[in-house]
Each structure stands twice: as C-alpha cells, then as structure tokens.
C-alpha cells in the first residue's frame, strides 16, 4: 500500500510570503532545488505539521522554506557537490544554501571583500 504525503507549503524566506501550496510524491530536503510555477528555489528547511487526530498524532502539513536559486554560473564544484559561490574566495560557506559570512546575498562577481583561499 503506497502512502500519500499530505499538501506541502512552499514558503520563501525572504520576504517571507506563502508561494501556495503542492503536491509532492517526494520528500524535499534541505539543499535541494525544486521548480514552483516555472522558478527554481532551494530548500532551506523543512517542517512537519501535525495534528491529534483519533487519540494519536498525524502528520497533517508540511512547510518548505525556500530561498531563490542563485544564477548556475553562481555555483562552483567541490568534487562531490555544487555550493553556493565562488569556491577560490576565503570567506566561501561551501554550502548548497549559504553563499557566504560577509555578502551572503552575493554576487561574489566583483565583490569588495574577494580574497583569495589559502
């Protein structure tokens, strides 16, 4: 028997506003992007919403905070996984969500605080 997941909410992070809700066959975690009515997001966080139903929880909703994806030729390889960034600069997070400690909006083409990893 194949369980059915319950309606996913697409939220973005900032401004925080409801993008609507879907639903996914899947399980979206932190990191991965996902299309939403023709744009890309990448997932942030993901929250499960339950409900006390019949003397017993139930998963009722989930909520997926997402941010918008940054432009691919925004990203670098390193070797197992794309990260958000230039990856030669010493203030890069080497993450899939954040960019980086000092200009985490990007771009990191032409940024003032560039500097080179050791």
Same mark, same amino acid.
Not at 88 to 102: D, G, K, L, M, P
């Given at each position: 028997?194949?369980?059915?997941?319950?309606?996913? %909410?697409?939220?973005?992070?900032?401004?925080?506003?409801?993008?609507?809700?879907? =639903?996914?066959? &899947?399980?979206?975690?932190?990191?991965? =992007?996902?299309?939403?009515?023709?744009?890309?997001?990448?997932?942030? %966080?993901? @929250?499960? @919403?339950?409900?006390?139903?019949?003397?017993?929880?139930?998963?009722?909703?989930?909520?997926?905070?997402?941010?918008?994806?940054?432009?691919? =030729?925004?990203?670098?390889?390193?070797?197992? @996984? &794309?990260?958000? $960034?230039?990856?030669?600069?010493?203030?890069?997070?080497?993450? %899939?969500?954040?960019?980086?400690?000092?200009?985490?909006? $990007?771009?990191?083409? $032409?940024?003032?605080?560039? &500097?080179?990893? =050791?």
């Amino acid at each position: 028997m194949e369980q059915t997941l319950p309606p996913t %909410e697409l939220i973005l992070n900032s401004p925080r506003r409801s993008l609507g809700q879907v =639903q996914l066959d &899947w399980m979206p975690q932190p990191g991965v =992007q996902v299309t939403h009515e023709g744009e890309l997001y990448t997932v942030l %966080e993901r @929250r499960h @919403r339950y409900q006390f139903t019949a003397n017993r929880y139930q998963l009722h909703k989930i909520d997926v905070y997402v941010q918008v994806a940054g432009a691919s =030729q925004d990203k670098s390889w390193t070797g197992d @996984r &794309w990260v958000m $960034g230039d990856i030669t600069c010493q203030y890069n997070a080497q993450s %899939e969500i954040v960019r980086c400690a000092v200009n985490p909006a $990007g771009p990191c083409n $032409g940024c003032s605080h560039y &500097w080179v990893r =050791q």
